[in-house]
């Protein structure tokens, strides 16, 4: 049998067997011996939302693997000023191998759990394992791919283009079979209306409008001011010219 299928069987620890960046994630590319050697320096934890995974310009000490809920990477300026420019999501990988300090400020958006290990122990399985370099520059192309789509939308998009957007971008990373249409798709709002402004360039006001216009036009639904309801992922790909 082999490393592929291998990683599949009851070797693997307890810590990574329940674990969906393991199917889908970095983790995927490790056997089960490299799993193990991996979850013995590994360690999970909750985040709340507000609190801070990592510090712009921060030394890089260690990597984590988003398991659940939301992570909100930003810029910050001189004078305190914000912008966010990306959202993560499970199965992503936090952080940027053989980088020393980071280039971005990531904040829990909603209760996150992670699974966090040494720097030093990526850096040397990227050196023992191809596939483990090969799926984290894949998901590098897969931001940069995603950041140049968020770059169209917030230059070339209406403020209702763009709000939809944002709708559909959330639904298809929390539920990767969204875009199937196979049915209904529902969550939370990991951003509240003023992030989602400052995400999308615009007001709260806009943002409010919008949204209650969507919600008008049956092509969502919101119940207390948070929780989204998508009927029709088709109807929302329309509005959001897609």
Known sequence: MNARQDIHNSDIPVLCQACEARHRGVCGALNPDQLVALSKQSFKYRAEP????????????????????????????????QQIVGLQFA?????????????????AATPVSLCSFPKSAIDRMVKEVPELEHRLLKQTLKELDEARDWMLTLGRKTAAEKVASFLHLVATHIDPEASMGSGP????????????????????ETVSRQMTKLRKDGVIEIEHNRHITIPDIGRLERRANI
């Open 50 to 81: 507000g609190e801070e995974l990592v510090g712009d310009s921060e030394k890089v000490v260690n990597f984590s693997n988003v398991l659940s809920g939301v992570v909100k990477l930003s810029k910050v300026l001189s004078d305190g000023r």
């Open 185 to 204: 798709v529902a969550y939370d709002l990991p951003l509240t209306r003023a992030d989602i402004a400052d995400f999308l360039g615009l007001t709260i």
């Open 91 to 107: 199965p992503d990988f936090l952080g940027r191998p053989f980088k020393t300090e980071s280039a971005l400020n990531a904040v």
